[in-house]
Nanobody, 128 residues
Framework: DVQLQASGGGLVQTGGSLRLSCAAS????????IGWFRQAPGKEREGVSC????????DYADSVKGRFTISSDNAKNMVYLEMNSLKPEDTAVYYC?????????????????????WGKGTQVTVSS
């Protein structure tokens, strides 16, 4: 079974940094994609960033480009989201999600429509 576990959330001041981690297991090989999504109270879920684990392709929401960096450590089956220059509007519950991706789908598709497997979220709070 696919399992995803996000960690690393916390409370940080505006302008600060956090690194989220996603432990992924249960995928066959490296042909899968991992995405980070977030949802703030009263708002719709937003796709933040996505990575194709085998190909290393990445994509980002416009709201986080230049501030967030997604990366993977394939040997450890880990995906990270480095978040810098955090703003109060980044406050949300962050989820990592995954999907088999043997055909190399456009990552923007995952960000817009979601993924098949989801982990529990981790809270990120940015104080002003």
């Amino acid at each position: 079974d696919v399992q995803l576990q996000a960690s690393g959330g916390g409370l940080v001041q505006t302008g600060g940094s956090l690194r989220l981690s996603c432990a992924a297991s249960g995928f066959t090989g490296d042909d899968y994609a991992i995405g980070w999504f977030r949802q703030a109270p009263g708002k719709e879920r937003e796709g933040v960033s996505c990575i194709s684990v085998s190909a290393g392709r990445t994509d980002y929401a416009d709201s986080v480009k230049g501030r967030f960096t997604i990366s993977s450590d394939n040997a450890k089956n880990m995906v990270y989201l480095e978040m810098n220059s955090l703003k109060p509007e980044d406050t949300a519950v962050y989820y990592c999600a995954g999907d088999p991706d043997p055909l190399g789908s456009p990552l923007s598709w995952f960000l817009q429509y979601g993924m098949d497997y989801w982990g529990k979220g981790t809270q990120v709070t940015v104080s002003s």
